[in-house]
């Protein structure tokens, strides 16, 4: 099967947009005590989606210094419309 130049870019471009999309940037603000903060959202499934998201960007972040999150407390954030995502507010420590 022959391919021309321009399928094997666009292909490749198909993939390269699926890689980024997977990637999340998660903004996690530091506190006094060892403790962070972080907000994730859930466009469907609710507060659950929400909440379980927030841990895995937490473990995630703690994994990068060989530790795991502990949560310390969520915080869910009222959606501001019908179709708003739904966010949840993660207080968490990382421990060996």
């Given at each position: 099967?022959?391919?021309?130049d321009?399928?094997v870019?666009w292909r490749?471009?198909?993939?390269l947009?699926l890689?980024l ?5 998660v903004?996690?603000?530091d506190l ?6 972080l907000?994730?959202?859930a ?16 473990n ?7 530790q ?9 954030l009222?959606?501001?419309g ?9 207080l ?5």
């Amino acid at each position: 099967m022959a391919t021309t130049d321009s399928g094997v870019c666009w292909r490749g471009a198909a993939v390269l947009g699926l890689l980024l999309a997977s990637c999340a940037y998660v903004a996690i603000q530091d506190l006094p005590n060892g403790q962070h903060v972080l907000t994730s959202k859930a466009k469907s499934g609710g507060y659950a989606v929400s909440r379980q998201q927030a841990v895995e960007d937490a473990n995630d972040y703690c994994e990068r210094s060989r530790q795991h999150a502990t949560v310390q407390s969520f915080d869910d954030l009222p959606a501001a419309g019908l179709d708003a995502p739904h966010s949840s507010r993660l207080l968490f420590t990382c421990n060996d």
